[in-house]
């Protein structure tokens, strides 16, 4: 497949503002900008950009603890990213989502989740959604969208998993299951927790396409994802995605990471994903130092102007923590 140099440039552009806003992320944290935890998702660049391009407007994505990647890769503005990690008015969900519970309906990012496996079931009705939808439209389409589930390897442990699986699988639903397989659940190695290496291969129980990415490199999983997406669109059904890759930081800001050994560490630096395609672009696809380096300096602007934008945004006033929680109804009373 051939690529053309402007969606190249895209998918490099994308994968550096993610890394460079998590990294700005932790230096803000350590500044005390930012309460609560951070769970960086750099090294996974690859993944959430990758998927993401093989999107379209109306789908729908569901995320994880782990998150910001994602959210970023499907067009989040990273001032109002900042925003919401700051706990201002101005954030996605004004201030009361945080890191890990950031959503944007315009966007179809129908929610981080903090807790483990919880994006995985609601991907699921949205593909649910989204057929009841072509058919009320009357198109003959079989969708009127793709839902992708995120999630990562210990994930795939939970029993939410299994059984959103077997449900889209049994009803053909439109939806694509992207495990992040950056082998560890909190500080505990794959090896530990599963007694599989290919989490791809838990498909078969459920008759559906199991599949392996590179999750190191943005082009095999933008290939792969995108087969899977094009199938669910034509409704062909689901398919599970595995993506091999590693989180090069801690399971939070902060953790040192103790419990991994070096060499392991310094193996998958050395295929750090952003660092990789950069050489690639240099040395396979025509682009001159300049002409990145000219993409570093729009991003480092673009980070800076949304840390400005963030820092001078409102704090809610505390009366407003209870609003956007409970559904008003018809009398203006609230619905547990
Ligand atoms: C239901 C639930 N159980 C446990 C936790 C605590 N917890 C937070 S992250 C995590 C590990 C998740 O590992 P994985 O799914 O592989 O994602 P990764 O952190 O590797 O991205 C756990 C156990 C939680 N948040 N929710």
Redesign the pocket.
Known sequence: MVYTPDFLRRLYADMLLIRRFEERAAQLRLAGHIPGFL?PSIGQEAVAVGACAALEPQDYITS???GHGHILARGADPGRMYAELFARREGYNRGKGGSLHIASAALGIMGAN????GGIPIAVGLALALTVRARLAGTGAPTAGVAVAF?????SN?GVFHESLNLAALWRLPVVFIC?N?L???FTPQHRHQPIRDIAGRAVAYAMPGVVADGNDVLDVFRVVGKAVTDARQGRGPTLVECKTY?LRG?YEGDMGHYRPPDEVAAWQARDPVVTFRERLLAEAGFTTADLEEVERAVEARLEAGVRFALQAPRPAADEALEDVYVETHDGSALA
């Open positions: 769970h994880t603890h782990r903090g807790i483990v496996g999630f990562g390897d210990g994930a939970q992040e950056n560890y659940g909190e989180r399971h």
